[in-house]
Structures are given as structure tokens and as C-alpha cells.
């Protein structure tokens, strides 16, 4: 029910004037309900940590080398000398070299970028995305495979990430790339 402005009077509905002190009552105003937006939800990123990650790499570490070792190991073979009846090898597989960093290269910029992840975060259930979760671009594969690939970079590249990145848990060419690494997520 309204009531008067000026006695305070309930007024019965549809009421010109007050009852009790002949006061005007104002037309009723239209009811407009503007919906208030919903509060938007906190989004929630769960980032990876950095134990899931490392051994994410030391898997895909593992993994790569034991197959491009064995195939420098055939590559090799006919650089076997024999001296003295025994065999002699001038070639010492599962060391590293320029040739295989470019491949481990090729192969994080091909799977991180193609399918968000690569051996090793699939099996650690984890993704590399954007800021925004989203699928990572062909460069910011690129800028992100780059430290992880070459050698003891990836040792300078973490120990920067874990002293200046710890907000959102990136390596330094993860924070260049502008990506993250996320538990659980498909890339958009």
C-alpha cells in the first residue's frame, strides 16, 4: 500500500487525494525493472605447478632422447672403424649436439603448438595456453619452445621464472610468450 507524503494517511489504491488531509497523491509511476547484471564469477585459472611441469619435461626429455639416440645410432653405424679387430665408435649416442636441440625445437614448437601440450604434459594432465586459456599462437609456440629446448637454457630460464615470474608460475619465455600452463584444459 502508498501511503500519504504529507499526513502519512495509508491511501486506498487509486486514490486522487488523501482521506484524511485532501492532499494530491502523485499519479503512480510506472514500475521499471532494470535486471542488474549478475555478478561475474571469479575465474579461476588452475595453473600448473612447478614439480608437474619439470617432470613433464624430464619425461618428454627421456622420451626424445631415447629415440633420436637411436636413430643417430643408425646414422652412425658406418662410421664404425675397426682397430685392432675391435669396433670403434667416433660417434657417442644420447649426447647432445646442435642437430638435436633444433629437433627437441621443432618437436615442443610442433606439439605444444598443434595440440596444447606434448608427451609429457599429456601425461601429467596438464596444457600450455594463452592468458586467457586459449589455444597459443604459431610465435608464442615458438618463444616458448625456444628456452625449454636449448641446452642449459632451460636451467637460466626456470631460475628467472621461479625468482620473477611466481604470480602466474612462468619460465621466462613462457612470461615472453605470454603463455601459461594449466591443469587439465583443452585450448580453445
Not at 608437474?52 to 658406418?78: M, Q, T
Not at 598443434?114 to 599429456?122: F, P, Q, V
Not at 601425461?123 to 586467457?132: A, D, H, S
Request: some cysteine; hydrophobic content about 45%.
Amino acid at each position: 500500500m502508498v501511503n500519504c507524503e504529507k499526513c502519512g494517511t495509508e491511501l486506498k489504491e487509486g486514490a486522487a487525494f488523501c482521506q484524511q488531509c485532501g492532499a494530491p497523491v502523485p499519479p503512480p509511476q510506472p514500475v521499471t525493472t532494470t535486471p542488474t547484471p549478475a555478478p561475474e564469477a571469479v575465474r579461476v585459472i588452475d595453473l600448473a605447478g612447478w614439480g608437474e611441469r619439470i617432470i613433464a619435461y624430464i619425461i618428454d626429455a627421456i622420451i626424445f632422447s631415447v629415440i633420436f639416440g637411436i636413430l643417430e645410432l643408425i646414422i652412425a653405424l658406418p662410421t664404425i672403424s675397426f682397430v685392432g679387430g675391435m669396433p670403434y665408435f667416433r660417434y657417442t649416442p644420447f649426447t647432445s649436439s646442435g642437430l638435436r636441440d633444433v629437433a627437441f625445437f621443432i618437436y615442443f614448437l610442433w606439439m605444444d603448438y598443434s595440440y596444447g601440450d606434448s608427451i609429457g604434459k599429456r601425461i601429467m594432465k596438464i596444457k600450455v595456453t594463452n592468458l586467457n586459456e586459449g589455444h597459443i599462437t604459431l610465435g608464442q609456440a615458438a618463444i616458448e619452445s625456444f628456452g625449454k629446448a636449448f641446452g642449459p637454457l632451460i636451467i637460466l630460464d626456470v631460475i628467472i621464472g621461479w625468482i620473477f615470474m611466481t604470480q602466474k608460475s612462468q619460465r621466462l619465455f613462457t612470461y615472453l610468450a605470454q603463455t601459461i600452463v594449466v591443469k587439465g584444459k583443452t585450448p580453445q
